[in-house]
Structures are given as structure tokens and as C-alpha cells.
């Protein structure tokens, strides 16, 4: 028998009220500039380069976010843990045009990260996971398991992480544009 220890659990699914989403992040997204952080070179385009503002409640994307509570509900008992309340530390749209790539990266101290894929043909860039048992890739028979593990993106697909996983996207090759909304997710402490 095997018995693997330590599980790394993404969510995945497809939203319900996709057409109510995808038109309420259409009329925030028609007159707004974008800009590139500049620290990370000319990686991808995104609508906060502070990654202090929260997008969905700026633009009071209401829609998204009931549906993004019914994806948490579903994750957290998915891991045993007892949903309750949380806040959205910070929330932003990302253009990834041919050449964009997101470098490696995790969203720190938050519990929860995520992205919603706004617009994407599916061959624009995957996004990827690298383990996090760094020592899988030490040894030659473990070598295999810590391979990236790769996922295409799907308009209207949802997905949710712990937010200290290490993630990224490929470069996109295609001649379109892939927009997605990501965000951080802090569920209440016991005594604030």
C-alpha cells in the first residue's frame, strides 16, 4: 500500500451563472488601462500594480461574488475545514498578449488564492503548479512526482489554492489576449 502524505488540494470547476459574470466584468473592463509592474520586466499586464486594491469590490461584481462564496463552500469541505467568514485582501484583472508569461510566484501569508478565466481560446497559457516537497526533486526516484503540474484555462472555470503554492503561468504564443481575475482569500480569525 501507498499512502500519500501532505496533499497539496486545488479546486477546480466551472461557474454557474457564467453569462452574469462574464457581463459584469465586461462593463468594468471597456474604458480601463492596464500596466505592467515594472520590477517584473514585460511579463503580463494587470489593472493593480500595487496588488492593494480589491477589484470585485471596487466594481461591485456581485455576481462573482456569490458564486466565488458557493466554489469556497465547497472547497473547505472538500479539506475538513469549517467555512466561515473571510474578506478578499485584494482582487485584480490580468492581460496576458503573445509573449506574456507569469513568472513563478505564490500569494504569500493569504490563506486562499484563485483565478476565474474571463477570456481565454484554451491554448494561451497554462497555468502551473510546482510542488511543495522540495526535496522530491533531490532524489532520482522521487524525481518524477515533482514534476509541474499543468492546467488549461476554460472560460468560466474557477479555481482555488492554498495561497503558498507555488504558481505561474506559460507563455502565451497565441495572437489573442487571455484576461483573467485573480484574488486572495483571508478567512476570520478567532477574537477580530
Known amino acids: 500500500m501507498i499512502e500519500s502524505l501532505f496533499a497539496s488540494p486545488i479546486y477546480f470547476n466551472?461557474?454557474?451563472?457564467?453569462?452574469?459574470?462574464?457581463?459584469?466584468?465586461?462593463?468594468?473592463?471597456?474604458n480601463m488601462e492596464f500596466s505592467m509592474k515594472d520590477e517584473w520586466g514585460k511579463t503580463h499586464f494587470v489593472s493593480d500594480d500595487s496588488f492593494s486594491e480589491n477589484f470585485i469590490g471596487k466594481y461591485n461584481l456581485n455576481n462573482f461574488s456569490n458564486e466565488l462564496r458557493i466554489h469556497l463552500t465547497e472547497?473547505?469541505?472538500?479539506?475538513?475545514?469549517?467555512?466561515r467568514d473571510y474578506k478578499i485582501r485584494s482582487s485584480w484583472l490580468s492581460?496576458?498578449?503573445n509573449g506574456n508569461y507569469g513568472q513563478i510566484h505564490s500569494h504569500?501569508?493569504?490563506?486562499?488564492?484563485?483565478?476565474?478565466?474571463?477570456?481565454?481560446?484554451?491554448?494561451d497559457g497554462d497555468i502551473f503548479f510546482e510542488s511543495s516537497n522540495?526535496?522530491?526533486?533531490?532524489?532520482?526516484?522521487?524525481?518524477?512526482?515533482?514534476?509541474?503540474?499543468k492546467h488549461k484555462p476554460i472560460e468560466g472555470k474557477i479555481l482555488l489554492f492554498p495561497g503558498w503554492m507555488k504558481h505561474g503561468i506559460m507563455t502565451n504564443t497565441t495572437e489573442d489576449s487571455r484576461i483573467s481575475l485573480s484574488f486572495?482569500?483571508?478567512?476570520?480569525?478567532?477574537g477580530w
Open 75 to 83: 472547497y473547505c469541505s472538500a479539506i475538513d475545514f469549517n467555512m
Open 14 to 30: 466551472k461557474v454557474n451563472n457564467f453569462l452574469e459574470i462574464q457581463s459584469e466584468i465586461t462593463e468594468c473592463i471597456d
Open 134 to 149: 522540495l526535496n522530491l526533486e533531490s532524489s532520482l526516484c522521487y524525481y518524477n512526482l515533482a514534476e509541474r503540474w
Open 184 to 190: 486572495n482569500i483571508q478567512f476570520t480569525r478567532d
Open 95 to 97: 492581460v496576458f498578449n
Open 108 to 123: 504569500g501569508t493569504v490563506d486562499m488564492a484563485g483565478v476565474y478565466y474571463y477570456k481565454t481560446n484554451g491554448e
